[in-house]
Structure formats: structure tokens, C-alpha cells
């Protein structure tokens, strides 16, 4: 009974940390509103990371490369400031509240695994 309790009492914590996610895959009750947003839409949590890769890699790619990769009207820009204005955008679409929530969420369920196994030991 006092496992059934436990169990309960993690699942509890786990949806209140989920009901308070924000970001990408969070609540939409988190959008500031005073702020202009822009939005995406990704399937799940690969294919952001895939986003957030290729535009990693073109970073590289534009810091590495002998060309100059801008848009012809936008010239007076460096390949620099356009590398710098991407990786902002990477940082503004990093699922850092997402992370947060796997990590305690894994926390929450490494500690009921514990208390299951000193349970079955004692």
C-alpha cells in the first residue's frame, strides 16, 4: 500500500511539472503578451533537434566557406553578423524548459525505482 502511495504521490509531481512547462512543447499560456513571437511548427522533440543541428551546420558552414553566403541586397553585412543572428535564433528556440522537465522527471522516477527496490529487499 505504502508503494501504491509513493507511486501516486510521483505521478502527482510529474503532471504538476508538466502542467507547468513552457516553450516549444509547453503551454501556450506562456507567451508573453507583450511581445511580437514567431512561431514553428515541429512534430516532436527529433525533429527540433534536427532543426536546431542544420542550423548549426550552416553556421559552420558559413564560418568555414571561402564565399560570402548573403543575400545580395543585405551586402553591407558580414558572414559574422549572419552567423551571430542565427545562433541567437538557436538560442531563442533551445527546449531549455523541455530539458528541465526530462531531467526531473527522470529524477522523480530513479527515486521511486529506489524506494521499489529497498521495498522488494526489505
Known amino acids: 500500500m505504502k508503494l501504491k502511495k509513493q507511486r501516486l504521490k510521483t505521478l502527482e ?3 504538476q511539472l508538466r502542467s507547468n ?17 514567431v512561431s514553428f511548427e515541429v512534430r516532436d522533440n527529433n525533429h527540433l533537434l534536427t532543426q536546431i543541428i542544420s542550423l548549426l551546420e550552416v553556421c559552420v558552414y558559413a564560418l568555414d566557406g571561402d564565399g560570402m553566403m548573403l543575400f545580395p541586397a543585405n551586402q553591407n553585412a558580414s558572414k ?9 535564433l538557436v538560442l531563442a528556440i533551445l527546449p531549455d524548459s523541455q530539458l528541465y522537465f526530462m531531467d526531473k522527471l527522470d529524477e522523480k522516477l530513479s ?7 529497498i521495498d522488494r529487499d526489505v
Open 13 to 15: 509531481e510529474i503532471q
Open 21 to 37: 512547462l513552457s516553450g516549444l512543447l509547453g503551454n501556450k499560456k506562456s507567451i508573453d503578451p507583450k511581445g511580437n513571437h
Open 80 to 88: 559574422e553578423d549572419s552567423v551571430v543572428q542565427v545562433l541567437e
Open 111 to 117: 527515486e521511486l525505482e529506489k524506494k521499489e527496490f
